[in-house]
């Protein structure tokens, strides 16, 4: 079953406890920060049934039409039908978004792959795991993640500080367990589940632990509270922050109040050895839309660094050219890591198709740690105009607007206008409050740096550097036992 705009907006009226700047929120689907978000993602459930894009966006199976995004990954075919998809969705809405369920589902695929190591700990769990696998794929849900818990004092022990800086058990009943803590999510307010999971701490090195949880909670659940960061969207004319405006991601930190889990949404318990299992899998088919967004992105930079340069006349110049070119090998870097990672896709143990993980970790971390250098190139490209352009209102505005319009037209065919626009779009890109925003949420949203670089270690096999330059320096074979 796929779903429309309406039912999903229907779903999150659930009477969820969602709070912004310090204000209880009535209805999450007409709030000035929210609605603009959650307009885009009804608009991705609403394009699944346009004749245009239906074959495209959906797939039958067993006479039932499901969502190309939610399917299980088998073959190659199965990547370019999501990255097809994904194409039409960011063309559609004119921009970029990361968190609208796509990128978040090949959590639960990697689950699939951990379904009989976790069953081999404790079988109590296996048919949860099978069953919420098909269940997002035939109810079409939309589905967050979290992992992030504020942790409190890293040097003590969960136990040794208040226990809830990290989520865990409280207790358990007939009908479930209870957790308590808290996780930072992006859309969650507006999500129906979250996959939760720990964020491996101290407490690992013991055999069990209440902090090794992992399950669904349903976000508009008793005792699951959403307390909002403030939103980018209303705050501002969306002429002259027209990105804010439409796609800001509201994140929360959601706290679980003593949340009744049932026994049917727990995919482990108390084992740690789960807990770090899932941890180390977690990314192998979701670090793929999260990079792949970031081509839109760089897109996005070539075009208004390419259009500003064309409208100043300043694309004839080499030394332009050269950092236009930059742009494009950022563009291209990420295009070849995520076209080798399918190209080379390889079979995961749970019979999925994966994309190849050293590939695809190395290109995350390609086009996550370049961004900044590159959001700089486009800045500097785009010129101080950016920053210095007074607003709509005062384009429009007798006495101002007269001035304004006379020294941002600079010919027949860039007028004010659109020279205008262009430079609030490259604000709103590069420059304002969200575009930070937007940085930050790259370098962190699927984990931070050091995560990144620690899949890439744990992915890439060492054995062909280490061969070669055992034979090239002549090394004795009793250094064979010291590869990895
Ligand atoms: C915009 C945004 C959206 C987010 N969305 C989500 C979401 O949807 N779901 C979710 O679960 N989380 C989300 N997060 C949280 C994100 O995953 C965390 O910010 C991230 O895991 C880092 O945790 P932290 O912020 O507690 O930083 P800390 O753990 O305090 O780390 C801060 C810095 O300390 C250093 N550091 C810390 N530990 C180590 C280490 N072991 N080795 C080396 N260096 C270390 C690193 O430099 C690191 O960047 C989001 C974050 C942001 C900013």
């Not at 978040?104 to 700990?121: C, F, H, K, N, P």
């Not at 008793?222 to 980018?232: A, L, N, Q, T, W």
């Not at 929360?252 to 995919?267: M, N, S, Y």
Request: overall charge negative.
């Amino acid at each position: 079953m796929i779903r429309t705009g309406e039912e999903y907006k229907q779903g999150i009226r659930d009477g969820r406890e969602v709070w912004i700047d310090g204000e209880r929120v009535k209805d999450v689907t007409t709030h000035p920060a929210l609605k603009p978000i959650i307009d885009v993602k009804a608009r991705m459930y609403d394009m699944a049934h346009e004749e245009r894009y239906s074959s495209d966006l959906t797939y039958v199976e067993s006479n039932e039409r499901h969502s190309i995004f939610y399917k299980p990954p088998t073959v190659q075919k199965d990547w370019h039908d999501k990255i097809k998809a994904l194409d039409h969705f960011m063309k559609d809405i004119s921009g970029v978004v990361t968190r609208v369920g796509d990128e978040t589902i090949g959590e639960m695929w990697s689950l699939t792959d951990g379904r009989d190591v976790l069953a081999e700990i404790d079988p109590r769990f296996a048919p949860n795991i099978d069953r919420h696998i098909r269940a997002v794929v035939e109810k079409d849900v939309f589905h967050v993640s979290a992992n992030t818990d504020p942790k409190g004092d890293r040097s003590l022990p969960p136990q040794q500080q208040d226990p809830d800086m990290m989520v865990h058990v409280t207790r358990e009943t007939d009908a479930g367990i209870i957790i308590r803590g808290a996780k930072y999510e992006t859309a969650a307010p507006y999500a129906d589940q979250a996959y939760l999971k720990p964020t491996v701490g101290a407490w690992s090195t013991e055999k069990l632990s209440d902090y090794a949880v992992g399950c669904i909670v349903k976000m508009g659940a008793p005792g699951v509270k959403h307390i909002c960061r403030s939103g980018f969207a209303g705050r501002s004319n969306p002429n002259d922050y027209p990105l804010a405006n439409r796609f800001d991601e509201v994140e929360a930190l959601v706290v679980f109040d003593d949340v009744l889990i049932p026994w049917e949404d727990v995919f482990f318990y108390r084992h740690t050895r789960a807990a770090q299992f899932v941890r180390s899998t977690l990314h192998r088919y979701s670090a793929f839309p999260y990079v792949l967004r970031l081509l839109y992105v760089a897109d996005m930079m070539i075009g208004a660094a390419m259009w500003n340069a064309k409208q100043t006349g300043l694309d004839k110049l080499q030394s332009v050219r050269e950092k236009l070119a930059d742009l494009v090998c950022y563009r291209e870097g990420i295009n070849a890591h995520l076209t080798a990672s399918i190209a080379m896709a390889e079979k995961s143990s749970g019979g999925l198709l994966m994309p190849q993980q050293s590939m695809l970790y190395a290109g995350r971390v390609f086009a996550c740690s370049q961004l900044p250098a590159m959001m700089h190139i486009a800045r500097e490209l785009c010129g101080g105009q950016i920053c210095i352009t007074p607003n709509a209102n005062a384009f429009d505005a007798k006495g101002s607007g007269e001035w304004l319009n006379k020294f941002y037209s600079l010919n027949d065919q860039w007028q004010a206008d659109d020279r205008r626009k262009l430079l609030a779009f490259a604000r709103d890109l590069l420059n304002s409050d969200y575009a930070g925003h937007r940085l930050t949420f790259v370098q962190f949203a699927q984990a931070p740096h050091f995560n990144h670089l620690a899949a890439v270690y744990n992915n890439f096999d060492f054995s062909g550097p280490l061969d070669f330059v055992k034979k090239s320096a002549g090394l004795s074979d009793r250094i064979d036992g010291m590869a990895p």
